[in-house]
């Protein structure tokens, strides 16, 4: 695709990925939950790392089922810990688990998707970005939905983690001005 955003490399895996997934409009509580989840994982790593682990991240994480990961204790986070096939950092697995259980009081409250949602208005306030270096790391937007999450109970989503969940789950459509996605993912919104 010509014009795709550069980020994405030529890795087929992430191509797909871009071309498929990236900036699609998430409203399902569920699957916004997995993206911050495994955004949280990304925190200080490269997001094809994430990208070519998460089935291994689904399969361990209970298919990211909020409800059975909240039970998790000591033995399910040991077994975790020496999965190969994910990220075994015991700080972002149990932030995995509290971030069930917070996931779960905000569905019980109003709902997960609403309560992210509403941090999407006004989160990309300029046009679309010509250009990589017109992509902001971190907005007001996302500091305010990383303190939001934060006060819920989330950790390991600082505002640059919450901008990139943003990005992914639809929040903000930072697809360059050129790339053919940025169209039809801004048709979805």
Known sequence: MQG?????????LYVAYHDAEWGVPLHDPRALWEALTLECFQAGLSWITVL?????FRARL??????RIARW?????????????????????EAAVTGAR????L??????APF?????EGARPSGPPATIADVPARTAA????????KAAGFKFCGPTTVYAFMQAAGLVNDHLASCPRRGAVALLA
Do not use: M, N, Q
Request: one cysteine or more.
């Open 102 to 105: 917070a996931y779960l009081a």
């Open 62 to 67: 209970d298919g990211f089922d909020p409800a």
């Open 4 to 12: 795709r955003c550069p980020w994405c490399g030529t890795d087929p």
């Open 107 to 112: 569905e019980a409250r109003g709902g997960f």
């Open 52 to 56: 070519r682990k998460r089935e291994a």
């Open 142 to 149: 996302s500091e305010a939905l990383a303190k939001a999450l």
């Open 116 to 120: 992210v949602w509403r941090h999407a």
């Open 73 to 93: 204790g000591e033995a399910e986070i040991a077994a975790a810990l020496g999965d190969p096939g994910i990220i075994r950092h015991r700080g972002k697995i």
